[in-house]
């Protein structure tokens, strides 16, 4: 309990810097947008290349790791995104980014210190998957659907290829995409590169979390507030039980990588859903409430997860 506290009260106290802040009128009424756009086409491609990497494709590539994380999430999203659709009836941007939200956690900013202090040294490396599933792939995905969405309506030749043009523009998708190259190629990164992506790279998170905290500003966290509970319910419980039964049950992993793999999916929904909700403009006063409610529940359910899988 003691070390799960450590972890998320830092993520209560930037995103109450952030509000305060904000409150105060002292960084401007431009600030959210300016600490997204920094996040987003900075901090963050530094961080997916910068890790990535320096990560060996070996290491990253324990398919029956990725299968049974992924499927969890893959599954999960495709059930919260139907639910979505037939009981809040919204439109089709909405429902997925219902979706996204319901599996995206916060692996590197929590996920990495409660993995080490779990596991000691022996987490690192799933820690470090599950940020690469989770930061790269799934936001990945979240902006193919959201350019798909914006681009309906105009002919699938047209829709096919804006989307693929909005993709190939990204930077997360472009410094996910070289890292993974660089990785293959073998060759070893500079010093000094290393050392900016380690710089920039961890700022994406207090950033984003202060970010959060700015754009609450004025803002009713109780619109849509049943819709938010039963994201953080899918999130914080449907989630790591379903990659527990796919990890211990359908590919029986190392006990070790299992534990981390529920972990991961146990966690709150990351500040970079918040982000990738402002970048396009939907589904963002939804997406703040989600994130601080499931950080706040999660106190309880991570208490609870480690008590069960014997690490208390």
């Given at each position: 309990m003691e070390a799960i506290v450590n972890v998320v009260l830092p993520v209560f106290a930037i995103m109450a810097a952030g509000y305060l802040?904000?409150?105060?009128?002292?960084?401007?009424?431009?600030?959210?947008?300016?600490?997204?756009?920094?996040?987003?086409?900075?901090?963050?491609?530094?961080?997916?290349?910068?890790?990535?990497?320096?990560?060996?494709?070996?290491?990253?590539?324990?398919?029956?790791?990725?299968?049974?994380?992924?499927?969890?999430?893959l599954l999960l999203f495709l059930a919260a995104a139907l639910v979505a659709r037939l009981v809040f009836r919204g439109p089709l941007e909405l429902n997925a980014m219902h979706g996204f939200s319901a599996i995206f956690s916060n692996t590197g900013y929590m996920g990495v210190p409660l993995l080490q202090?779990?596991?000691?040294?022996?987490?690192?490396?799933?820690?470090?998957?599950?940020?690469?599933?989770?930061?790269?792939?799934?936001?990945?995905?979240?902006?193919?659907?959201?350019?798909?969405?914006?681009?309906?309506?105009?002919?699938?030749?047209?829709?096919?290829?804006?989307?693929?043009?909005?993709?190939?523009?990204?930077?997360?998708?472009?410094?996910?995409?070289?890292?993974?190259?660089?990785?293959?190629?073998g060759l070893h990164l500079p010093r000094p590169a290393a050392t900016?992506?380690?710089?920039v790279g961890a700022a994406a998170g207090p950033c984003a979390l202060f970010a959060i905290g700015l754009f609450m500003v004025g803002k009713p966290l109780r619109a849509g507030l049943g819709e938010v509970l039963w994201i953080c319910l899918l999130k914080l419980v449907a989630l790591p039980a379903l990659v527990a039964w796919l990890a211990f049950g359908v590919f029986a992993l190392d006990p070790l990588w299992a534990k981390a793999a529920v972990i991961q999916a146990a966690l709150p929904i990351g500040a970079l859903m918040f982000v990738l909700a402002s970048g396009y403009g939907v589904y963002v006063q939804r997406a703040t409430s989600a994130i601080l409610l499931s950080t706040v529940f999660s106190v309880v359910t991570l208490s609870v997860l480690f008590l069960l899988l014997g690490l208390g």
């Open positions: 802040c904000g409150r105060g009128g002292i960084l401007g009424q431009d600030s959210s947008q300016a600490l997204n756009g920094f996040v987003y086409y900075v901090a963050l491609p530094a961080l997916f290349f910068g890790s990535m990497a320096r990560t060996p494709l070996a290491e990253i590539l324990y398919w029956d790791f990725i299968a049974a994380f992924g499927g969890g999430l202090l779990a596991f000691g040294a022996e987490g690192v490396l799933p820690a470090i998957v599950t940020t690469v599933i989770n930061g790269a792939l799934v936001i990945i995905a979240g902006v193919v659907v959201l350019e798909v969405v914006q681009a309906r309506g105009q002919g699938a030749l047209h829709v096919a290829r804006k989307a693929g043009a909005g993709v190939a523009k990204n930077p997360l998708f472009l410094s996910a995409a070289a890292g993974l190259l660089w990785s293959w190629s900016f992506m380690d710089i």
